[in-house]
């Protein structure tokens, strides 16, 4: 079996030493959006009594001002305050979303990023049920879809493995924690190990993808070599190197 | 059952109104009562191409609002008692189409039609959503070149999910078909544009026809006469074999006027 380790150009050039390796990333943030300007005892009782109920969910978690509903909340020393008693309970603030031109000036004095991209996804409760028995070690869940996955559309499977069964169309997006399983041509974009799983694998049952990425590490059609085009493949991570490799 | 069909496509320019003028007439043809109407709010050609334009009073905004009943808008057709047009508003714009509002004359249309032929605007934004939004059958107008085959990809996507069959718990999804139109063999054979089965590879839908590129199309719209109901034609005969599959008949598929014994099997053999 071939295995392919084909070195990019920029690796070529740069023989055997390598200053540092760019990885794409993916993460889950939480948004944390006060509704009132007010931040009074009764706020931060309200936070606590949240982070009490799903504690593992908030450990450490990244995590977003969305200050669309509290134009008024701004001022260096005002934000500041914020992000301290957040801090102080454990949760990472880093970026601010929805922010006005003051808002950001105030933000970025604290070190803090103005944030213009990414998707909502609702806290749903049995979500935060989810987050906790991960923890508790339950089998990742798989998601498994049956219909062709159209340009423009994104599947994610944010606890375990994709399965697609049929075409996957450039312009699409495949995006999974676990492994990604295509029984149809993938044409699109296929992202598995997306919080970082370094195990993870693509397989396909036909390769003509626009990107495939594992734990970040990344190749486009460009740089994925055509003799594996339409031919049953899979590709995993080897000595931090995206490899492909036809399946017998 | 009425039935209501959205000509849709992503990409403009590909012949949806073209499409939508020669289905709906086809279909009157053959008997069904049918009514066509324009979704493109703004950009008013539906009625050109049927030939009813100098007959507009009220519009389908108009019904909407309320500023005019639906029996005052429709404009029955001159040459076929079956066929009607709902014209739109040329002043206003796609916001004017609100979902009630569509939903409360696509209801009232049932009462009398068997078809309802909805001609969406090109796009992915509001009127073409309103456009597909309570279809149960869509016609995907696709030319064989990449970007019109992709946009119908992401259509086709749409009509899976942002719609009310999609929507609604245990409802049959929209049945869609790609309708080939501009097929044009010589250049195909040259490679400056796909073949039918690639571009159903890709789209993986049943084929409803292909309509040759023909300079009779051009020639009926700009006398405002569906090409179905001028003189004889190759893409005329096209959009009739389509209408027949359309209400479930049987019909070989042709490419450009003539039989391709090889290519047919095999595309049936794909999309039955
Ligand atoms: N089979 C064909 N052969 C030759 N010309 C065609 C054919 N089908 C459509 N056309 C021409 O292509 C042009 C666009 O057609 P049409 O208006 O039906 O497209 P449309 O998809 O409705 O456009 P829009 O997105 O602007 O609504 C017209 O000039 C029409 O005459
Ligand atoms: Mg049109």
Redesign the pocket.
């Given at each position: 079996m071939p295995s392919n380790d084909t070195k990019d150009r920029g690796a070529r050039a740069a023989a055997d030493i390598r200053p540092f390796q760019i990885r794409g990333r993916f993460f889950t943030a939480v948004s944390l959006r006060p509704e009132s300007e007010q931040q009074d005892e009764s706020f931060f009782e309200a936070l606590d009594d949240q982070l009490r109920q799903t504690p593992q969910f908030f450990a450490n978690a990244p995590l977003i001002l969305d200050l669309e509903q509290v134009p008024g909340l701004n001022g260096t020393e005002v934000l500041r305050r914020m992000v301290e008693t957040l801090k102080q309970r454990n949760l990472a603030p880093f970026g601010v979303q929805n922010a006005s031109g003051e808002q950001v000036r105030a933000a970025s004095d604290l070190g803090l990023i103005n944030i213009t991209t990414g998707q909502d996804a609702p806290l749903k409760a049995e979500r935060r049920q989810k987050a906790i028995k991960a923890v508790r070690q339950t089998p990742a869940k798989t998601k498994t879809i049956t219909l062709p996955v159209r340009s423009g559309q994104t599947v994610i499977a944010d606890e375990g493995d994709l399965i697609v069964i049929g075409p996957v169309s450039s312009g699409a997006e495949l995006i999974a924690a676990g492994n990604i399983h295509v029984y149809g041509p993938l044409r699109g974009r296929a992202m598995a190990g997306a919080h970082g799983d370094e195990t993870a694998r693509v397989f396909c049952t036909r390769l003509e993808a626009e990107l495939l990425a594992i734990a970040g590490l990344y190749r486009t059609s460009e740089s994925l070599a055509p003799e594996y085009g339409l031919q049953n493949v899979q590709a995993f991570l080897k000595n931090e190197r995206l490899c492909v490799e036809t399946l017998g | 059952m009425s039935k209501i069909i959205v000509v849709t496509?992503g990409k403009?320019?590909?012949?949806?109104?073209?499409?939508s003028a020669a289905i709906s007439a086809g279909l009157a043809k053959r008997g069904h009562k049918t009514v066509v109407i324009d979704f493109?709010v703004g950009?008013r050609?539906l009625d050109m191409?049927m030939g009813c334009e100098r007959r507009v009073v009220f519009d389908f905004i108009n019904v909407i609002q309320g500023d005019a009943k639906l029996k005052q808008a429709l404009i029955r057709d001159k040459r076929l008692d079956n066929l009607a047009v709902l014209p739109t508003s040329q002043t206003r714009d796609k916001d004017a189409l609100t979902q009630e509002g569509v939903e409360a004359v696509l209801n009232e249309l049932k009462e009398e039609f068997d078809y309802i032929i909805c001609?969406s605007?090109?796009g992915i934004e509001r009127g073409a959503l309103m456009a597909m939004y309570y279809a149960d059958e869509a016609i995907v107008?696709t030319n064989p070149e990449v970007s019109s085959v992709r946009d119908s990809d992401r259509v086709l996507g749409l009509l899976q999910s942002k719609t009310h069959r999609a929507e609604e718990e245990g409802a049959e999804p929209i049945k869609a078909q790609v309708l080939i139109?501009?097929h044009d063999q010589a250049r195909i054979d040259k490679g400056e544009m796909m073949t039918v089965e690639d571009v159903l590879e890709i789209l993986a839908v049943p084929l409803l026809g292909i309509?040759?590129?023909?300079?009779a199309?051009?020639r009926a719209?700009n006398m405002g006469v569906p090409v179905v109901l001028d003189d004889p034609s190759a893409?005329a005969s096209a959009y009739e074999d389509a209408v027949a599959r359309l209400v479930g008949e049987q019909v070989e598929m042709k490419i450009g006027g003539e039989r391709r014994p090889g290519l047919i099997s095999r595309l049936f053999g794909r999309t039955a």
């Open positions: - | 496509s403009g320019g590909v012949g949806k109104t073209t499409t493109d950009l050609n191409i001609d605007p090109a107008v139109t501009r309509i040759p590129e023909s300079p199309v051009l719209s893409a």
